[in-house]
């Protein structure tokens, strides 16, 4: 079994993706992870899709949504704790610009601030950890991981600015999880017209059969501009009766609808 993640080693993907058996294979950014699935050079991809603080990971819904019939195989919540990583023979003092992935950057922009230092995007946190070393006045946020493979220090831990900080990652595969009993299901759709009550039409569908939706978000479908798309995650598989019923009578209330997966459900979102 191999098993893609969005990497390289260090991240907190790679964490995530460690909790499957398999052997790991890293690609830079999250289309090549789908791409890996696509042609079956993995078997399974792990990407980021959703941050509690930050929101969704807009690239990976799309890729779901427009360019790709891979399916949601499984989900993995991870809690995420920054850390403030500098070189061993830097001083926490001595740190006028901090590197790392622009999310961790949005996540810890508070502590970021109050240190008054310059910030830089980079393409991951183990990227940014790789991309400081021997500069004594840069710093990167990243994992405890990062700071071992890279011989960094840790100048601060738990630098994020909210404690309940939880990442999402999804497991994506040709085809998703048979039933367990205890399921989610995500689905994008596109409402075939713009008329007044035409979401609420739709959402009273699932509100009839006792379906509790666990998220339901908007995106621009890339058509026009007041153009939407949405995603909606509900509890239970699409193989059950209830949810078949319902994806039934909504196809002819909406542009289209397209099933993304139905998966074991982990925790509480």
Do not use: W
Request: proline share 4%.
């Amino acid at each position: 079994m191999k098993i893609g993640y969005f990497g390289p080693a260090g991240t907190f993907t790679e964490e995530a993706a460690s909790t499957l058996r398999g052997e790991m294979v890293p690609y830079d950014t999250i289309p090549e992870v789908f791409e890996a699935v696509h042609t079956g050079e993995v078997d399974l991809g792990v990407v980021p899709i959703e941050n509690s603080i930050e929101g969704s990971v807009g690239v990976t819904l799309d890729l779901l949504a427009h360019q790709y019939l891979l399916k949601i195989r499984g989900e993995i919540i991870l809690p995420i704790n920054h850390n403030l990583l500098i070189n061993p023979e830097a001083e926490l003092g001595d740190v006028e610009i901090v590197y790392s992935h622009y999310q961790p950057l949005s996540q810890c922009r508070m502590f970021l601030e109050k240190r008054g230092v310059r910030t830089q995007a980079a393409r991951s946190t183990a990227a940014a950890a790789e991309m400081i070393l021997g500069d004594m006045k840069a710093a990167a946020i990243g994992t405890k991981r990062a700071a071992q493979l890279y011989g960094l220090k840790i100048a601060e831990e738990d630098i994020q600015d909210h404690k309940n900080n939880m990442t999402r990652f999804v497991v994506i595969d040709q085809e998703d999880h048979s039933p367990t009993g205890k399921d989610k299901t995500s689905v994008v759709l596109c409402l075939s017209k713009d008329r007044p009550g035409g979401l609420y039409d739709i959402l009273g569908e699932f509100a009839s059969e006792n379906i509790n939706l666990t998220k339901i978000e908007s995106r621009p479908s890339k058509e026009k501009l007041g153009s939407y798309i949405f995603f909606v995650d509900m509890e239970g598989h699409h193989r059950d009766i209830k949810i078949m019923n319902v994806i039934n009578r909504i196809q002819s209330k909406v542009g289209y609808i397209k099933i993304l997966g139905s998966y074991p459900q982990e925790g509480d979102d």
